[in-house]
């Protein structure tokens, strides 16, 4: 069964997390729960490390050599970094949308069917009925019903990325991580995103990494603020880092910041 | 102050040189109006024709090549009254008696270069797969050289290991009594075409390798991750994403190792039998269309000969087998590629 009948009001809850790349700190002890189904937002500059945390959450630093995450992840109660947790199982749970629209080289049809056929779904009408559920879940459906054999690169940037998020949600997830995914399209194809992660909301949870402070505003419920901190090394090399400043509901936090920081990058003037 | 004022005259001097030298590299009419006509650049000039002597030197010299070929074959076809039906199907090769069939050499070429790639195409993929996919960077950094010391091995030193190791060791297992050869008799003939095959697919098993590699390491990132989001295990991307957006360059890799199955020579001059015999059973001796030629060339051969003008139409065959490789490595690569963005 999907997300609904999770009981946990928290969908992940971060205690004092750390990741390193080679044994460089990247994130430094970022602590925060993300409530289920309700959009939570991830802003800040570029290389505060709000990326990192997103693809902590399933894992998929995993992919990187020399990646290492300490402290304590859970997901509706679970430690993700359990040595007996297999990462295939967490990714099969928490979906993933890129930046940029990744769809594979193959048809409309197979695109979707992909994540299902994974888990062993071979028959016709089950694959053709999820294929279009999660189409019209996306709101890709009416647009392309007629030719589903067509290839999903033929499709234009917004329409890929909705794509890519039926692909996502044809596995029935209990949670999407969206890395920046409207920062390759434009406003009218952002604008259809936005509307989809509305409606999306209502049965997942969804954790987006943005750049965008309108767009956090607009469809996010709660807003994580990261930053950057420096430190000049011994041998002359300064050392960059990430950390959450400022966590709060969306409308707090960019109207009443506790934070000087954050007020200072709600504001534009740094970022 | 008044280094300033000094740094300013000096600018000012400076940009006054830099006129005078201008002046003397433009070209001005007398009134002091420039002169935009072009002028003489000799060297472009000569560097563009030795360029285009260059690739025209490459051209000329395949078509040069193939007029030979195909005009001393066609004084076979004439002279001997040879019909093209007659050379392709006839299944005995005997200048000297008026038989140009070339099924015999044919079948041989066709028979050590499908084992030669029965060998390399599987093994060379899963190499590739190994190094691009699963090997960690500084195996992979100490495996890519020695593919590349595989590959620069003289085919002379192939072919001697042919016969002295390969053959006699896959006689030793074939030929000696067991549960599938009970009275031992002699399957594998001493020349075969079974070793030289093998061994060929070793020797075209780093080209697969490399080929193959580098098609696997253009699949984007980004499909890959795309494949992992959704819960696919390492071998399901390989599967289901990388080898099918790599298809093209696999296809590609496996037709140039299959070119140069088709044209090598010196493995199979070695090993695989020193006469033509048209049998499909690759146990048994049978000459390729390559160790034929290079056998009756180095002999007493005199032009306008008849087994002079029938070494040209082996070559001609080759020759259009190895462009008919190539077309259709082209039209595969075209076909199949998988544009990403």
């Not at chain 2, 074959?73 to 002279?79: D, P, V």
Request: glycine share 8%.
């Amino acid at each position: 069964m999907s997300a609904t009948n999770s009981g946990s009001a928290y969908s992940f809850e971060l205690k004092d997390m750390n990741v390193y790349y080679s044994d460089k700190l990247a994130v430094d002890s970022v602590t925060l729960s993300i409530q289920a189904r309700k959009i939570t937002a991830f802003i800040g500059p570029s290389g505060c490390g709000k990326s990192t945390v997103l693809r902590a959450l399933n894992r998929m630093n995993d992919l990187i050599p020399g990646a290492k995450v300490t402290g304590d992840v859970r997901f509706m109660g679970r430690n993700l970094y359990d040595p007996n947790v297999d990462p295939v199982e967490v990714r099969r749970r928490i979906g993933m949308v890129f930046q940029k629209p990744n769809p594979f080289p193959k048809s409309i049809y197979d695109n979707v069917a992909y994540g299902p056929r994974l888990l062993g779904i071979r028959q016709k009408s089950t694959l053709d009925d999820i294929v279009e559920n999660s189409l019209k879940s996306a709101f890709l459906w009416d647009e392309v019903k007629g030719d589903l054999k067509k290839s999903g690169l033929a499709l234009s940037g917004g329409q890929q990325q909705r794509l890519c998020i039926a692909r996502t949600i044809a596995v029935e997830p209990e949670v999407i991580l969206m890395d920046e995914p409207c920062s390759a399209l434009d406003p009218i194809a952002t604008q259809a995103i936005e509307d989809l992660m509305l409606e999306l909301v209502k049965k997942y949870t969804i954790v987006i990494v943005t750049h965008n402070m309108g767009q956090a505003q607009r469809v996010s419920d709660f807003t994580a603020f990261y930053s950057i901190r420096k430190a000049a090394e011994a041998d002359g090399i300064e050392r960059r880092w990430g950390l959450l400043v400022e966590y709060a509901p969306t409308e707090q936090l960019f109207s009443r910041p506790t934070s000087e920081e954050t007020e200072r990058y709600i504001r534009g003037e740094f970022g | 102050m008044e280094s300033q004022i000094k740094a300013g005259q000096q600018a000012d001097i400076s940009v006054g040189i830099a006129r005078d030298v201008f002046r003397n590299v433009r070209r001005a009419e007398a009134d002091g109006r420039p002169i935009l006509t072009q002028r003489a650049r000799p060297f472009e000039d000569a560097a563009r024709i030795f360029l285009i002597l260059c690739a025209m030197l490459s051209i000329f010299t395949t078509i040069g090549i193939l007029l030979v070929l195909g005009n001393e074959s066609l004084l076979l076809f004439i002279n001997e009254g040879l019909s093209l039906i007659e050379f392709l199907t006839g299944t005995e090769w005997r200048p000297q008696s008026g038989s140009f069939g070339i099924l015999p050499l044919l079948s041989a070429t066709i028979k050590t270069s499908v084992i030669a790639m029965l060998v390399a195409t599987p093994l060379g993929l899963g190499a590739a797969i190994y190094l691009g996919e699963y090997a960690p960077q500084r195996l992979r950094a100490a495996l890519k050289p020695i593919l590349e010391l595989l590959a620069g091995i003289p085919t002379v030193v192939y072919g001697y290991f042919a016969i002295s190791f390969m053959t006699p060791l896959l006689r030793g297992l074939l030929n000696s009594p067991s549960f599938f050869n009970p009275n031992g008799t002699e399957i594998l003939q001493f020349y075969n075409n079974v070793s030289p095959g093998i061994i060929m697919g070793i020797m075209i098993f780093p080209t697969i390798v490399s080929m193959s590699e580098d098609a696997l390491s253009a699949v984007p990132r980004a499909l890959r991750e795309a494949s992992y989001g959704l819960g696919a295990t390492k071998f399901e991307t390989i599967i289901r994403v990388i080898l099918p957006a790599a298809l093209s360059g696999i296809a590609a890799a496996i037709i140039v190792g299959l070119s140069r199955a088709v044209g090598e020579t010196m493995i199979v001059a070695l090993a695989s039998g020193a006469g033509p015999n048209y049998d499909w059973n690759p146990f048994v001796f049978a000459e390729t269309m390559t160790a034929h030629i290079a056998r009756i060339s180095s002999g007493d051969l005199s032009y306008g000969s008849v087994d002079y003008e029938s070494l040209f139409s082996i070559g001609l065959t080759l020759f259009f087998l190895t462009l008919g490789l190539n077309i259709l490595s082209r039209w595969i690569t075209n076909k199949f590629r998988e544009v990403y963005q």
